[in-house]
């Protein structure tokens, strides 16, 4: 178990529908992170959140939205789905927004186990 | 921009051989390094990193990997491989300094295969 936790495992869903997908990030965890693994695109970078606040964007569709909750859990919110959305979804999160912690001996961040969504 | 190339999207491999997965990134400021494995089905877990300091830095389940600036890569390496290795393995790049948010920018990942 990372300590990060996401759920669901598993959504099916059929095109055109919106889901939540929800993540808590490790205790102490201030930043939260959006990956988007899919065959043909490999693992993106989608969105990053720190302590409530957008910190930085990557390759997110506006059809995607996420927010971060004052309790540090954050949702990635996919609308007017499209077969092309099917992917698994990744949350890290990490103590201070950076890749290298001072201080702390793990070092980088923490994955959770992934959200597969797959649109039918 | 930064990016990250692994050269090869499968290796095959003979159990107790020597592994070799490349990887070459592309950075405009002094470059975070790692090197995740993904099994089946599972998240994934960090093998090693490069920060700052020694260039040869080790990671768990005996993989190594050596930053060589000049040659801006960071090529993950294990001595003899073992049936467990069998995984998905992805390198990735962040960047240091003020503009580090901790973004992670993977490359395409290598499928590792190892034969008995």
């Known amino acids: 178990d990372s300590g990060v936790t996401q759920t669901p495992k598993h959504l099916i869903t059929a095109t055109g529908q919106r889901v939540t997908l929800r993540c808590s990030p490790r205790?102490?965890?201030?930043?939260v992170y959006w990956y988007q693994q899919s065959l043909d695109q490999g693992l993106q970078f989608l969105i990053q959140?720190?302590?409530?606040?957008?910190?930085a964007k990557g390759n997110i569709l506006e059809r995607f939205s996420a927010q971060q909750f004052p309790d540090l859990h954050s949702e990635l919110n996919l609308s007017s789905l499209e077969l092309g959305d099917s992917a698994l979804y990744f949350c890290?999160?990490?103590?201070?927004?950076?890749?290298?912690?001072?201080?702390?001996?793990?070092?980088?961040?923490?994955f959770g186990s992934g959200t597969r969504l797959t649109v039918v | 921009a930064q990016s990250v190339t692994q050269l090869g999207s499968h290796v095959s491999v003979s159990e107790g051989a020597l592994v070799l997965l490349r990887c070459n990134y592309s950075s405009s400021v002094p470059p975070y390094l790692f090197w995740y494995v993904q099994y089946p089905n599972q998240g994934l877990q960090l093998l090693l990193k490069?920060?700052?300091?020694?260039?040869l830095v080790k990671g768990i389940n005996g993989f190594e990997a050596e930053f060589k600036k000049s040659e801006t890569s960071f090529h993950l390496t294990k001595p003899s491989a073992h049936m467990s290795d069998a995984a998905e393995y992805f390198c990735?790049?962040?960047?240091?300094?003020?503009?580090?948010?901790?973004?992670?920018?993977f490359g395409q990942g290598t499928t590792l295969q190892v034969k008995p």
């Open positions: 959140y720190y302590n409530g606040e957008e910190r």
């Open positions: 990735a790049v962040s960047e240091s300094g003020s503009s580090n948010t901790g973004k992670l920018i």
């Open positions: 490069y920060t700052t300091g020694a260039t």
């Open positions: 890290a999160s990490s103590v201070d927004g950076r890749a290298q912690n001072r201080g702390r001996r793990d070092y980088g961040y923490t």
């Open positions: 205790s102490g965890d201030l930043s």
